[in-house]
């Protein structure tokens, strides 16, 4: 098969391109790409809002949380808000107790 496409694959395209139905074949195959094209820019317009949707939900929340939480609760919060905006921390050096384990 790949033998034949090589040899003779102009003629097969020029065959197929003849064929009758063949623009009606190419109109509804540029139809689809337009479709896929528009619903890939829906779904990435969908996610924008669903992200600026959270931005705001959460940024309500945040506003709001003072005036309505327990005074645990927003320390709490604010706590997490320092941990969130810091570096992990460098870990223990336990290799010399993992050495000790490992010889008794």
């Known amino acids: ?61 945040a506003a709001n949380l003072e005036q309505v939480a327990a005074p645990p609760i927003v320390a709490r919060y604010k706590q997490m808000l320092g941990d969130e905006a810091s570096t992990f921390p460098e870990a223990p050096d336990t290799s010399s107790e993992r050495t000790s384990e490992v010889r008794q």
């Open 1 to 61: 098969m790949p033998q034949t496409l090589k040899e003779q694959g102009a003629e097969i395209q020029k065959a197929i391109e003849s064929d009758r139905s063949f623009m009606r074949f190419q109109r509804a195959y540029d139809q689809f790409q337009a479709a896929t094209d528009k619903d890939l820019t829906l779904e990435h317009q969908w996610a924008k809002t669903q992200r600026f949707l959270y931005t705001v939900e959460s940024v309500a929340l």
